[in-house]
C-alpha cells in the first residue's frame, strides 16, 4: 500500500509540472524590460533533488515528438525553461552560479536543436513563417539576460557566459537567416 501511494505521489509530481512550464508566465528575478518575451516559469531548478526526474520526462517527451516543428517549439521551450531557471539559481547566490551557467549552456544546446529542427522543417516544405520571428526574438531575450547575469558574475563564470551569449547571438544570425532563405 505505501509503495502504491508512493507511486501516486510521484506520478503527480512528475505529471503535474508539465502543464507548468507551458502555461505558467512570469517576470523573472533578473528580467529588464528591453525584450519583450516572457520566459517560462522553470518549476524545479537543477538544485533539486527530483530534478533528474523532470530531465527525464523533458526527455521522453521530446522522443514521442516527431513533427519537426513542433520538436522546434518543444525544444525552443527548454531553451527558455533552463534560461530562467539559470536565472533563479543566481538570484540564490554565488555558490549557484557555476551550476547556473551549466544550465544556460545546456539551454543553449535546445536553442541549437529548435534551430536544426525549423531548418528541417524548411527542407520539408512546412509553412513555419511565424516560428522564425519568435526565434528571432527569443535569441535576443538570451542574449539580453545571459549579458544581465554576466555584469554580476565573478571572472571565471563571466567568461563562460560570454561564450554563451556569443552563442546566443550566433543564433539570432541563423534565424534571420533561416527567415531569408
Known sequence: MKKILFLVILSLI???????????????????????????????????????????????????ISDPLKKAEFDLLMADVRLNAAQYLFAKGENKYSLAE??????????????????DAKQQGMR????????????????????????????F????????EKRAKDFEIRAIQIKLN
Not at 102 to 119: H, Q, R, V
Not at 157 to 164: G, H, N, P, Q, V
Open 128 to 155: 513555419f513563417n511565424d516560428f522564425v520571428p519568435k526565434l528571432i526574438i527569443a535569441a535576443k531575450k538570451h542574449q539580453q539576460v545571459i549579458k544581465g547575469l554576466e555584469v554580476k558574475s565573478p571572472p
Open 14 to 64: 512528475f505529471f503535474i509540472n508539465i502543464g507548468r512550464a507551458y502555461a505558467q508566465q512570469t517576470a523573472s528575478p533578473t528580467s529588464t524590460a528591453s525584450v519583450d518575451y516572457s520566459l517560462p516559469y522553470p518549476g524545479i531548478l537543477p538544485d533539486n533533488p527530483l530534478y533528474f526526474m523532470k530531465a527525464l520526462r523533458d526527455r521522453i517527451v521530446s522522443f514521442f
Open 102 to 119: 551549466t544550465t544556460i549552456s545546456k539551454g543553449e544546446n535546445y536553442f541549437y536543436n529548435s534551430l536544426a529542427m525549423t531548418n
Open 157 to 164: 563564470i563571466r567568461d563562460r557566459l560570454a561564450e554563451d
